[in-house]
């Protein structure tokens, strides 16, 4: 199965500040990988799609790139909202698998 | 506005078969991935499967011998039996909607506030 490999494992940062997350695909994955948003208590979020979409929705401040086995799930400027722990999800092979998460703290 | 509404027994004692409900609200069940995913206290989200609105499904090959998923269209809900569970199972468990893409299923839009399971005698 496809390992994704997200880093890092913890992001300590304050609301205003640029917030970078990876993850790294075990092979390549094309363009087949989406991000989401988890908070205790709440639905999951769905942010991007497809490596690089952004979900009906989403702020403008949520940037996703990348493609093969490397991505990269940008905000630009975090809100107090946006702490939370962040997943990346691939669909090219079966079984569909998550990276091990980030979370991104205040 | 669709939502997804967990529901099922909280505990469940090792041996037995974990049975959980997904009641989709405000929206239809068809052309869409119906999908089951969970979160072992501390740990990652793990794919379980999907039905799939036609009725064909897919599972992850971990739990495949164990695990059915199924829906009922006339309630509108989406059923995951899982048989023989162990402390392992314990879980968060999400139901969630995965949308169509061009190359099949694409990601997944609206979830579940989730129902946590414990397997504990």
């Known amino acids: 199965e496809i390992v994704l490999t997200q880093s890092p494992a913890t992001l300590s940062l304050s609301p205003g500040e640029r917030a970078t997350l990876s993850c790294r695909a075990s092979q390549s994955v094309s363009i087949f990988l989406a991000w989401y948003q988890l908070k205790p208590g709440q639905a999951p979020r769905l942010l991007i799609f497809d490596a690089s979409n952004r979900a009906t929705g989403i702020p403008a401040r949520f940037t996703g790139s990348g493609s093969g086995t490397d991505f990269t799930l940008t905000i630009s400027s975090l809100e107090p909202e946006d702490f939370a722990v962040y997943y990346c999800q691939q669909r090219s092979d079966w079984p569909l698998t998550f990276g091990g998460g980030t979370k991104v703290e205040i | 506005q669709v939502q997804l509404q967990e529901s099922g027994p909280g505990l469940v004692k090792p041996s037995e078969t974990l049975s959980l409900t997904c009641t989709v609200s405000g929206g239809s069940i068809s052309s869409y991935y119906w999908t089951w995913i969970r979160q072992p206290p501390g740990k990652g989200l793990e794919w379980i499967g999907f039905?799939?609105?036609?009725?064909?499904?897919k599972y992850n090959p971990s739990l495949k011998s164990r695990v059915t998923i199924s829906q009922d269209t006339s309630k509108h809900q989406i059923s995951l039996r899982l048989s023989s569970v162990t402390a392992a199972d314990t879980a968060m468990y999400y139901c969630?909607?995965?949308?169509?893409?061009?190359?099949?299923?694409?990601?997944?839009?609206?979830w579940g506030q989730g129902t946590m399971v414990t397997v504990s005698a």
């Open positions: 039905v799939y609105y036609s009725g064909s499904s």
């Open positions: 969630a909607r995965g949308i169509a893409g061009s190359a099949g299923l694409d990601a997944f839009d609206i």
